[in-house]
T-cell receptor, first 112, second 114 residues
Framework: GENVEQHPSTLSVQEGDSAVIKCTYS??????FPWYKQELGKRPQLIIDIRSNVGEKKDQRIAVTLNKTAKHFSLHITETQPEDSAVYFC???????????FGSGTRLLVRP | AAGVIQSPRHLIKEKRETATLKCYPIPRHDTVYWYQQGPGQDPQFLIS???????DKGSIPDRFSAQQFSDYHSELNMSSLELGDSALYFCASSRFGSTYNEQFFGPGTRLTVL
């Protein structure tokens, strides 16, 4: 089955700096990689996703890159703001049922 | 836009009691997923339904059961509750056949077992 590893587990950056979170997956058949942002006690919110037929996708300050050969994908946040502080989860589909296998999460702290 | 609805939002139960969690998917979504998230952990897949049939099963204890009804809402039934069942329970919905079945999460039910 799919296995997703995520690092770092915690990341502290100064406001305005960039943050990068990396994930690796094991199933070469996986073709969809979403990123979720979760604030304390709240629901995971889909912030960006990438399909296997593209290498990069950008949405304002957020971008995701995918390297299918190496089986890893990364989340890039530029010009970080304090409201970006949250836990970020990467995920990949477990199998044909599309259940999501999550990474262990990265707690991002943006210092004002 | 309508979102996934979950009820109740908070639930406190005693050990060995039963609990029922409800999930109402986004309109026109036909697939429901249940996830359990312990403190400081990532969401763990429990079970999913597509068109009222179980489509996949994850790490769901035998004490738990679930179903999806004709109106596509789903219920997670939990019996013989244990302290370790205390967690956030999220329901997510998607529309089968949409691009890669993006999943949208409900606000969750916080279950506390005393």
């Amino acid at each position: 089955g799919e296995n997703v590893e995520q690092h770092p587990s915690t990341l502290s950056v100064q406001e305005g700096d960039s943050a990068v979170i990396k994930c690796t997956y094991s199933d070469s058949a996986s073709n969809y990689f979403p990123w979720y942002k979760q604030e304390l006690g709240k629901r995971p919110q889909l912030i960006i996703d990438i399909r296997s037929n593209v290498g990069e996708k950008k949405d304002q300050r957020i971008a995701v890159t995918l390297n299918k050969t190496a089986k890893h994908f990364s989340l890039h946040i530029t010009e970080t703001q304090p409201e970006d502080s949250a836990v970020y989860f990467c995920a990949a589909p477990g199998d044909s049922s599309y259940k999501l296998i999550f990474g262990s999460g990265t707690r991002l702290l943006v210092r004002p | 836009a309508a979102g996934v609805i979950q009820s109740p939002r908070h639930l406190i139960k005693e050990k060995r009691e039963t609990a029922t969690l409800k999930c109402y998917p986004i309109p026109r979504h036909d697939t429901v997923y249940w996830y359990q998230q312990g403190p400081g952990q990532d969401p763990q897949f429990l079970i999913s339904f597509y068109e009222k049939m179980q489509s996949d099963k994850g790490s769901i204890p035998d004490r738990f059961s679930a179903q999806q009804f004709s109106d596509y809402h789903s219920e997670l039934n939990m019996s013989s509750l244990e302290l370790g069942d205390s967690a956030l329970y999220f329901c997510a919905s998607s529309r089968f056949g949409s691009t890669y079945n993006e999943q949208f999460f409900g606000p969750g039910t916080r279950l506390t077992v005393l």
